[in-house]
């Protein structure tokens, strides 16, 4: 697939290049981000290349898995990262520590899913999941726009090879532009 801009009011969402490399280790260096990802830990300058100038680049080729960077509109900072993981139907993203807050993700997460469910892919749902306990993914999620489907072990590994108990949501293409009562959130309400 070829890489795709993507603009929502506040922010633009383009594909991390060699500039950002800096950024990324910045922001992977945050204990929660550590915590709620599978990012390796320590996470050094290395790792930031390898994400920038070989994953990216590769899963867009592939088609497996598109990554965004998410940038103030009329900025270039990377502030965080979000990806359709186009393989497994799911979404991935985090946000650096000085960002977080302002709702930059869940506009973020509106954008890639008004793209993901346009007329150029045949996808009706996209799914979420965190590790047990992630409250601001579970927030942000759920203002995007995702409804609560329960608990059950993650379907991906953490980065020790476990599959840990983790919160599962989905976002339906109907339910785009609609956020679902916190009542129905058990983790949330
Ligand atoms: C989860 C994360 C991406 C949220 O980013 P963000 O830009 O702060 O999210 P938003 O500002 O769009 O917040 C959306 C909602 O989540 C809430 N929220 C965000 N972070 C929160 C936190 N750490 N604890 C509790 N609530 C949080 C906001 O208050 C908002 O709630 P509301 O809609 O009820 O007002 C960010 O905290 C992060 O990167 N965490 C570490 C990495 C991570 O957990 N990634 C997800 C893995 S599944």
Redo the contacts with the bound molecule.
Sequence with gaps: MKPVVLRTPRLVLSTPVAADIGAVYAHCQ?R??QQ??TVPVPYTVADARAFVEEFVPQQWALGTECVLALRPAGGSELM?VVSWQRARGAV?????AP?????????ALRGLSEWVFGPEHDVDALR????AG????A??A??AGFRWVGHGPCQLPNRDGVHPPGWHGELRREHLGTVEALERWPVLA
């Design positions: 945050d929660d981000l709620f990802t965080g991935g993203y985090w946000m650096g960002f977080r807050g302002h709702g930059y993700m869940a506009e979420w999941e965190a590790f992630n409250l601001g993914s927030r942000a759920r203002a």
